[in-house]
């Protein structure tokens, strides 16, 4: 009988320990990475506040707590300034309301027609008065944005009107009027607004509402004619830039993978603009500007479109001058109501060089306060005990906050402090 010669294979008993070194030691770069990206070491810590002592200011980081108390992100993902970015970027808010809103159409010198969303009050104010919120949002946004839409709600049910301005060509559903889009720092369509909302009702005072990009806007608007800031109570900004042409630089810069940003957004002009293309490329040859169509396809970034198109709407010669003339930086120390700055330190869309602008500000000025959290991103500011933001965001609530903290400051205030009003004429009462 033969007998067949098998080869038995045994496994080494160091094979099973080194494959199971191996799986942890894929976990543990898995979860290192976990941690650097998620920022999960990252402490919660109270908004950083710059500020002078002042009555008004006391009165309001009393009456403001957000302002005072530690700011808290959902813990597996607040802490990173991307993600609180990209939720708000495509998701908006959570539950998201639809409030009910009435939209007007206001016609420009120059043949635009501007447009804004009405909401009025659900309820009565807390002080028993009429106060009206001026709304303006970020780049390409408009009052059906979810962001905008769950602000309104929250504003609506404290006693708030609120009028959002919809960005000129940012409704996908509006046709332009005029061979002319919304820019960076335009504020005509702004003041259409605002002037609209003061003959229409003559008893309110205006809380203003800056998001981004529209943050610029209110603080220039505020800034170019102390005549803007009559029967404002307050301005509040949130996640501006302060100097395109000081961010022109950080946006060519790979750091917090702002140059990423960059071309997303550059990519959702792109489309707002093509969007447009008859109103703006085509029609008349003497309305038409002559805009760079050609540019517009290749441009990867915003300095590319700002430069072949946005600029040429109002006639700048270069994008310097642009940005130079466009930006809340050139106005923003000739506003003297209560101004609101707040930033936060993890956005990817502003970089750090830029907070120098309100810090410096703030401590300047007496009517300034600046706030600058850890965490929240770029309009983000989501709160949540571990996985699921809550549908009301820290923004939310510290904008209205401050609000109903104001109208108290004025209640109860002397007549002599009354906002705006200078220190000499507050002596001459006095005297």
Same mark, same amino acid.
């Given at each position: ?20 070194? *191996?799986?942890? +030691? ?64 495509? /998701? ?46 970020? @780049? ?48 005509? $369509? ?36 102390? @005549? ?23 946006? /060519? ?18 489309? @707002? ?35 072949? @198109? ?10 310097? $001058? ?39 500000? +703030? ?19 989501? $709160?949540? +005990? ?19 903290? *104001? ?25």
């Amino acid at each position: 009988m033969n007998t067949q010669n098998t080869d038995v294979h045994t496994i080494s008993p160091e094979l099973p320990a080194m494959f199971d070194g *191996m799986k942890l +030691a894929a976990v543990a770069t898995v979860l290192y990475i976990l941690v650097r990206c998620l920022n999960l070491k990252s402490p919660t810590a109270p908004p950083d506040l710059t500020y002078q002592d002042t009555p008004l200011n006391r009165f309001l980081l009393k009456s403001c707590p957000q302002l005072t108390k530690e700011y808290i992100p959902p813990l597996l993902w607040g802490k990173s300034g991307h993600l609180q970015t990209a939720l708000y970027g495509k /998701l908006g808010r959570v539950s998201s309301p639809h409030p009910s809103g009435v939209r007007k159409y206001l016609p420009m010198q120059d043949g635009a027609t501007a447009t804004f969303d009405l909401f009025e009050p659900v309820g009565d104010h807390r002080t028993g008065d009429d106060i009206t919120m001026v709304i303006c949002p970020g @780049i390409g946004n408009h009052s059906e944005k979810h962001y905008i839409r769950t602000f309104v709600d929250y504003a609506q049910k404290d006693g708030y009107r609120c009028a959002v301005l919809n960005h000129l060509g940012a409704l996908p559903n509006i046709e332009l009027t005029s061979p002319r889009m919304f820019t960076y720092g335009c504020t005509w $369509e702004f003041a259409a607004m605002v002037g609209y909302i003061k003959r229409t009702y003559p008893q309110t005072q205006l809380m203003v509402v800056g998001f981004s990009l529209g943050g610029n806007i209110v603080c220039k608007f505020l800034g170019e004619n102390r @005549i803007n800031q009559e029967r404002v109570l307050c301005c509040v900004s949130v996640c501006q830039g302060y100097s395109a042409l000081r961010a022109q630089e950080t946006f /060519l810069q790979w750091d917090q993978f702002r140059r990423f940003y960059n071309f997303l957004m550059a990519d959702n002009m792109k489309k @707002i603009i093509l969007s447009h293309r008859h109103s703006l490329f085509g029609g008349s040859p003497v309305k038409r500007i002559d805009l760079d169509i050609s540019r517009l396809y290749t441009a990867t970034s915003l300095m590319q479109i700002d430069d072949s @198109i946005m600029r040429k709407f109002h006639g700048h010669s270069s994008l310097k $001058e642009y940005y130079e003339k466009e930006s809340c930086v050139h106005y923003i120390h000739n506003v003297n109501v209560p101004l609101l700055l707040v930033n936060s330190a993890d956005d990817p869309l502003v970089h750090e060089s830029l907070l120098t602008i309100p810090r410096t500000l +703030a401590a300047k000025k007496p009517n300034v306060i600046f706030s600058l959290t850890l965490h929240g991103g770029h309009l983000g500011f989501f $709160e949540g +005990a571990v996985l699921f933001p809550q549908p009301l965001t820290w923004m939310d609530k510290v904008i209205v906050g401050y609000a109903n903290a *104001m109208c108290q400051w004025e209640k109860q205030k002397p007549p002599c402090q009354s906002v705006p009003q200078s220190e000499s004429s507050c002596a001459e009462e006095k005297s």
